[in-house]
């Protein structure tokens, strides 16, 4: 199980086949990959703050659920921090099963979690100034699907 | 000295994000910095701030030795 932050921007091509080399009994991997918007002008720049050692515990208490839950053969969260521009990966999630179902629903899951409580703090940069970003009502009734 | 973390919004506020600060407890540590800057006071205490020491959520009080590491944590964006 690997959960990192980084502040450089990353290839989700070269993370997938690195998750999905040297498996055999793994029949299904499945992965997310989020890509900063530029919401049509308005978000020039994203900022990403992490409490670094506290946010990937948190990260990880999740996904020990989700790795007994779902009953996963492993799973990779990588998450950008700092100033990420419209256009590039901001988080990517692969979850490996033995079947397909429980790779995607774990994969589900994990996001409607990063999204929603993670310990980030985000800030959009635009045109017309500065905002702190909270979690939208849509985001948090995602999360609440999963009991 | 308890190294003092402010995270998101409440960094922006106080106009700092890192300080050391003497304190023998998380309320004395309030205290202290509602006094400096009652502003900043009010909005540690707001609704949703939650409070770390040492990397683990704490409610109400906590006591404080020379190395604590104290976070404010205003509602999580998520990512």
């Known amino acids: 199980m690997s959960i990192r932050l980084t502040e450089a921007p990353f290839d989700p091509g070269a993370l997938l086949t690195a998750f ?3 498996r055999s009994e793994t029949g299904a991997v499945a992965t997310f990959t989020g890509i900063a918007r530029a919401e049509a002008g308005r978000t020039a720049i994203l ?3 992490a409490y670094p050692g ?3 515990a948190e990260i990880g208490r999740i996904a020990d659920q989700a790795r007994a839950r779902f ?4 799973l990779a969260i990588l998450h950008r921090v700092g100033r990420i521009q ?3 990966p901001i988080v990517f999630v692969a979850t490996a099963a033995g079947h397909r179902r429980a790779a995607f629903e774990a994969c589900d899951f994990l996001m409607d979690y990063l999204k929603s409580r993670a310990p980030f703090w985000k ?3 635009g045109p017309d100034g500065e905002r702190w970003i909270e979690p939208t009502a849509q985001d948090h009734a995602d999360r609440e699907r999963w009991g | 000295m308890a190294r003092v973390l402010l995270f998101g919004p409440l960094r922006d506020l106080a106009g700092w994000r ?3 600060i003497a304190a023998a407890s998380v309320h004395e540590l309030r205290a202290t910095l509602a006094s400096e800057d009652p502003e900043l006071g009010a909005a540690l205490g707001g609704k949703g701030v939650q409070v770390a020491v040492d990397q683990a959520v ?3 009080d906590a006591a404080l030795g020379p190395a604590s590491e104290v976070a404010f944590l205003p509602p999580m964006s998520g990512g």
């Open chain 1, 20 to 22: 999905t080399s040297g």
């Open chain 1, 47 to 49: 900022e990403l703050e």
């Open chain 1, 54 to 56: 506290f946010t990937e």
């Open chain 1, 71 to 74: 009953g996963l053969h492993d």
């Open chain 1, 86 to 88: 419209p256009g590039e």
């Open chain 1, 123 to 125: 800030k959009e940069h």
């Open chain 2, 18 to 20: 890192e300080r050391q």
């Open chain 2, 58 to 60: 704490v409610r109400g």
